[in-house]
């Protein structure tokens, strides 16, 4: 499911912007984008992100910027001298014309730094608890606007449901009658055919129609189906919809009606085979994107 979530918090002369994004994916996908720094604390984020989805790739930015009227900046000259002379050897040894401006200078990472007293202040901060914070806020959006969507798409597969409910009992109404049509128009079309060379034996249509009989019968089908539908509908009406389980049984019904279809040689009968795999399909869709 698609979502979105924000929030932001001012430490140690820092203003730290979380951002949350989720596309629909297969599985649980986490990419997280945030300073260098914070490295280490990935992994911890990583499994916050997991206990609220399930399922979706989730992209987090963690965004930090220096708040310049809390703060006061001074130059590490250490680190600066090191991008300068770095900048002197790949002239000399490879040629590379350019020269590094202040401007240039002042931009690149580390040289500009908080003063001691900031320098402090920041030590003292639990960074972990601060981030573990930050991004559980922008999670709770996260989650609130992906449950919006999901009781949307819910109601939209419980619609898909009750179409296929409504095709299921028409195949159990239709089911009985596929045998005595197939042997009226076995009769018929022996009859049409009889040119006096051969004799019509009851006997042997009698075996005919129950072979096909046999071969056509639908009922254990029919009611795996109606077991499929009494899962799904409980799936759906728990709140706490599974996309995964829910794959599976369409996956089940699909199957269900696609031997239907092979094994009932019947016009009205198949007619109702493809809306059922039509209605499927479009719930298969809508059910990839549910956690």
């Known amino acids: 499911m698609t979502g979105y979530g924000q929030s932001a918090m001012n430490r140690g002369g820092y203003k730290i912007q979380f951002e949350v994004k989720s596309v629909n994916h297969r599985y649980c996908e986490v990419v997280l984008r945030m300073p260098r720094e914070w490295n280490s604390f990935e992994e911890g984020l990583r499994r916050l992100v997991q ?8 992209d987090v930015y963690i965004i930090r910027e220096s708040e310049a009227s809390g703060t006061r900046m001074m130059l590490n000259r250490e680190v600066a001298e090191s991008y300068i002379l770095a900048a002197h050897e790949l002239t000399q040894q490879y040629g590379i014309a350019g020269n590094l401006s202040a401007a240039e200078l002042l931009a690149l990472p580390d040289v500009m730094q908080p003063t001691e007293a900031s320098l402090e202040e920041v030590e003292d901060i639990d960074w972990e608890q601060v981030l573990q914070e930050g991004l559980g ?3 709770s959006e996260l989650v609130t606007m992906r449950g919006s969507e999901g009781n949307h798409l819910r109601g939209d597969c419980q619609l898909r449901l009750n179409n296929l409910k409504q095709a299921h009992q028409q195949l159990l109404m239709l089911a009985p009658t596929v045998v005595e049509d197939y042997r009226v128009k076995l ?3 022996l009859s049409e055919l009889q040119d006096g060379s051969f004799v019509l034996d009851d006997s042997r249509l009698g075996i005919e129609v129950a072979l096909f009989a046999d071969r056509c019968s639908i009922d254990e089908e029919l009611a795996r189906l109606q077991s499929h539908f009494d899962q799904c509908a409980e799936l759906l009406n728990s709140g706490d919809t599974k996309g995964r389980k829910l794959d599976f049984l369409i996956q089940e019904m699909n199957r269900e009606v696609n031997t239907i279809g092979s094994k009932a040689n019947h016009l009205a009968l198949g007619g109702h085979v493809v809306e059922m795999k039509a209605e ?3 719930m298969r869709e809508q059910a990839a994107n549910l956690e």
Not at 51 to 58: A, D, E, F, L, T
């Open 51 to 58: 206990q609220h989805v399930k399922r979706g790739r989730i």
């Open 137 to 139: 806020q922008a999670l």
């Open 187 to 189: 009769r018929q079309r």
């Open 280 to 282: 499927l399909e479009k």
